[in-house]
């Protein structure tokens, strides 16, 4: 089954700073979406690239998409200390078999320094 | 805000006990979810439906179940708990568009369970 995996899995920065998280996954997908979650509480939804498409933007925040490397970048521009969060790159898509639903990665722990 | 809400937010409770996890949305959405995720880790997708009668297994294997007789419930039971299915449960809805196009989940507060 396809997996996404993002990177850095940790990542501190000071605020005002720009921070950059890469995901990348192994099947093909319709959708790759990014979520940030605050410590123990449920996932929101930041943004949704679909496959045909390289760049998508919303306020701060810019995703890539390259499908031909199977990979995704989010930039968040002008960090906050609001910013400090856990995001998590989600595909959709089935392969052999697979589950209808989005398969996570491991997620990046982004914490800004005020 | 989504409105998406799961009962009860936390839960402490004895080895062979059954809980009934709720989850309900007013969204209208046919598609609903429920992921699996231990601290600090990914989210694992365990069950999910496609509307009213349908339940599907995630790519997780789980000992619980589920039911869908309403379109805006999705509870989940787990018969005799064990401390190894201590983690948090997350409830997740979404537009059904087609099989294997999934658009933007919206998701609970989820129901964090401590089983001792």
């Known amino acids: 089954s396809q997996q996404g995996e993002e990177d850095p899995q940790a990542l501190s920065i000071q605020e005002g700073e720009n921070a950059t998280m890469n995901c990348s996954y192994k099947t093909s997908i319709n959708n790759l979406q990014w979520y940030r979650q605050n410590s123990g509480r449920g996932l929101v939804h930041l943004i949704l690239?679909?496959?045909?498409?390289r760049e998508k933007h919303s306020g701060r925040l810019r995703v890539t998409l390259d499908t031909s490397k199977k990979s995704s970048s989010l930039l968040i521009t002008a960090s906050r200390a609001a910013d400090t969060a856990s995001y998590f790159c989600a595909t959709d898509g089935i392969s052999g078999g697979g589950a209808d639903g989005l398969t996570f990665g491991k997620g990046t722990h982004l914490i800004i320094q005020p | 805000e989504a409105d998406i809400y799961q009962t009860p937010r936390y839960l402490v409770i004895g080895t062979g006990k059954k809980i009934t996890l709720e989850c309900s949305q007013t969204?209208?959405?046919?598609?609903m979810y429920w992921y699996q995720q231990d601290p600090g880790m990914e989210l694992h997708l365990i069950h999910y439906?496609?509307?009213?009668?349908?339940?599907e297994k995630g790519d997780l294997s789980s000992e619980s179940t589920v039911s869908r007789i309403r379109t805006e419930h999705f509870p989940l039971t787990l018969e005799s708990a064990r401390p190894s299915h201590t983690s948090q449960y997350l409830c997740a809805s979404s537009e059904y568009i087609s099989t294997g196009v999934i658009e933007t989940q919206y998701f609970g507060p989820g129901t964090r369970l401590l089983v001792l």
């Open positions: 690239i679909r496959s045909n498409e």
């Open positions: 969204m209208g959405h046919d598609k």
């Open positions: 439906s496609y509307g009213v009668n349908s339940t």
